[in-house]
């Protein structure tokens, strides 16, 4: 059990580590460029379509529309599809969209789901862009003006924007709020230097309509379709980019148990789309795409096995803690009272373990500096940021248990 | 922005540089440990004064002999059961891919020593008319002994609660040390883990709360 742990620990530090640096040094390298802000040079502005699906998001859908009406971009449309609301959805959308001839309400009875609500909505798009946006999320004014711009390869198919978490309140949501900042945001944007970008973002991503037309648009069958289509971009040999002084702002799931059921399906999704795209994995032709989604999974692989086995080494410690306790009271006092501190207890798995914390959160912070975040207001999520490790496992395994069960997952 | 190769094998570089660095922080920590056992050792010469002791009993008679002793008791007592935990402590955070045999050299001398301080302490015990209680430990490696790990834990909490009134000494019943063995035989110890509290043989798993009102002590 030793020799083969030791293995997965130290191929797992080894590979994760040299991956870190990697983004480290392309952000560093590349810090110049991490906000390109793109001049927005047209003389007419193109049309965009903004198609913003809605199951059941009473209660939230209508501070999406709130955001929608500031937006500064005259030549736009939204159009919210209804995707079957068994809630107070389809009334709350009429009400604050009343009176405004940029919103289109398509008012569907029957649950479809998110993919083909958005394939709808392109149907009805009279725009040269589309946007796709989550209801429960909000946009900044500017964010086309922003956006726009990088369009300007016609190769490139599709803009991510900064997703951050919006009024992050507990403990659980600033840990969460640092994934953000750094997973969804300024790592995109390090993805995007060497067209590594495997997820187009559902908060809101923008696209080239022409182009999504022509792979066939969003799979109807995909429970993580922001996810399916950036590898079929990618796999056409299209590009995404990414934008990073663009924002879009999304709220969490309330408790652990609705982020838990959110990660399930993004998870379960993403196992999905890989089995669905395993040749892009190593393969060539894709460039630093296959080699980076292969990495990805591959760190995933090993982290999940070295969490069970710790897991398992940590479990049986406990029981056999809790057994020598049964001797002695169960006083575990004494143990506190009594327990020293010498670095010389210190193995090398140990030396590991403190390095690998201590890089996560040097790389965190480096995150935060390069994206221009007040730190001092970050704490907390700074120093929840490592136990991540341990909520990513705990939700893959959920994700794979499910996946391997074949219980179905719906997008919401 | 264009990505160079020289990037990714920069970031090898510097990978393979920060984990050559851990196998040499843990190589470093290694020779420390070692290091320390060693310094901590130094306690086995100082137990060459029992002789002296013993010695100076023939000669002088008890008193003089007692009077020194006493004096050391409590020094030798302390760092005797710290080297015993030091060297397990260690030979557990060393202990990753193969058994280092400079712990189980360490440990042996430790046993023997352990004995001959042992010895000199019940003789001492009777004819200084010291109020020390002794408790033996014979164990075998976990293993085989499950319950010699429990009794293990529970003597330590025994020695954290009655500090310098007891000497409790660990025997290796694996090292197959020829006085250890004797005394196994003589105290005719068949199954492990075995305690001898003053003297009375108890094997099997025995709680704090017996030791204790043993010893005199409500648990």
């Known amino acids: 059990m030793n020799l083969v742990y030791n293995i997965f620990l130290y191929a797992l530090w080894f590979l994760s580590t040299y991956y870190v640096i990697v983004l480290i040094l392309i952000m560093l390298i590349g810090r110049k460029n991490l906000y390109e802000n793109k ?310 798995a140990a030396i590991l373990g403190f390095v690998s914390v201590s890089f996560t959160v040097f790389s965190l912070v480096l995150g935060l500096i390069m994206t221009r975040t007040d730190i001092k207001k970050k704490k907390l999520g700074i120093l929840g940021y490592p136990f991540l490790f341990f909520l990513y496992q705990y939700f893959w395994l959920v994700s794979i248990i499910k996946v391997i069960g074949g219980k179905g997952i719906k997008w919401r | 922005m264009e990505i160079k190769k020289s990037i990714f094998i920069l970031a090898f570089v510097i990978t393979v540089f920060l984990l050559l660095t851990i196998l040499l922080l843990g190589g470093f920590l290694n020779n420390e440990r070692k290091s320390s056992v060693e310094d901590r050792m130094t306690i086995i010469s100082d137990l060459n004064d029992i002789q002296t002791f013993s010695l100076l009993s023939d000669v002088y008679g008890n008193k003089l002999a007692c009077l020194a002793f006493k004096s050391k008791l409590a020094e030798w007592d302390k760092s005797l059961w710290n080297l015993g935990i030091k060297l397990e402590q260690y030979r557990v955070a060393t202990e990753e891919f193969q058994k280092d045999p400079f712990y189980l050299e360490q440990k042996n001398k430790f046993n023997e020593n352990e004995l001959l301080y042992m010895a000199f302490l019940t003789k001492a015990k009777d004819e200084c008319n010291l109020n020390q209680h002794i408790i033996s430990f014979f164990y075998k490696k976990s293993e085989v002994c499950k319950k010699c790990d429990d009794q293990s834990f529970v003597l330590t909490d025994v020695k954290r609660i009655l500090e310098d009134n007891v000497s409790i000494f660990s025997f290796d019943s694996d090292l197959n040390i020829t006085s250890v063995q004797l005394l196994e035989r003589y105290y005719e110890i068949g199954e492990y883990p075995c305690i001898i509290i003053n003297e009375e043989k108890f094997c099997g798993i025995i709680d704090r709360n017996f030791i204790l009102a043993k010893l005199g002590y409500s648990g």
């Open chain 1, 39 to 348: 001049k927005f040079n047209f003389k007419k502005e193109p049309r965009v379509s903004v198609i913003i699906p809605a199951y059941n998001e009473e209660g939230k859908i209508k501070f999406t529309i709130k955001s929608l009406k500031k937006v500064r971009y005259k030549n736009i449309e939204f159009i919210i599809v209804n995707d079957g609301s068994e809630d107070g959805t389809s009334e709350e959308v009429k009400e604050y969209i009343k009176g405004d001839p940029k919103f289109i309400f398509i008012d569907r009875k029957e649950n479809k789901g998110k993919a083909a609500s958005l394939n709808d909505g392109i149907a009805r798009a009279s725009g040269e862009y589309v946007a796709t946006m989550d209801a429960d999320s909000v946009i900044e004014p500017g964010i086309f003006y922003k956006t726009i711009p990088y369009f300007s390869d016609e190769k490139t198919a599709a803009v991510t924007v900064s997703v951050l978490v919006k009024d992050p309140e507990s403990f659980i949501h600033k840990i969460f709020e640092m994934e953000y900042i750094i997973g969804l945001s300024l790592y995109l944007k390090v993805f995007s230097f060497f067209n590594g970008i495997f997820v187009t973002p559902g908060p809101f991503s923008i696209y080239r309509k022409g182009i999504i037309q022509k792979i066939g648009g969003f799979d109807e069958k995909s429970i993580t379709e922001d996810m399916e289509i950036a590898y079929r971009i990618q796999k056409n040999h299209y590009k995404i980019v990414h934008c990073l002084e663009a924002k879009a702002y999304t709220i969490l799931p309330p408790t652990f148990k609705k982020i838990t059921v959110q990660r399930r399906r993004w998870y379960s999704g993403a196992l999905h789309t890989l089995a669905k795209h395993r040749n892009v994995l190593l393969n060539r032709k894709y460039g630093a795409f296959g080699f980076v989604a292969f990495l990805n999974y591959l760190l995933i692989f090993l982290g999940l096995v070295l969490f069970l086995s710790t897991l398992y080494l940590f479990g049986s410690n406990l029981v056999e803690g809790l057994l020598h306790l049964k001797y002695s009271n169960l006083d575990l006092w004494l143990r506190i009272k009594s327990a020293e501190f010498d670095i010389l207890t210190m193995s090398r």
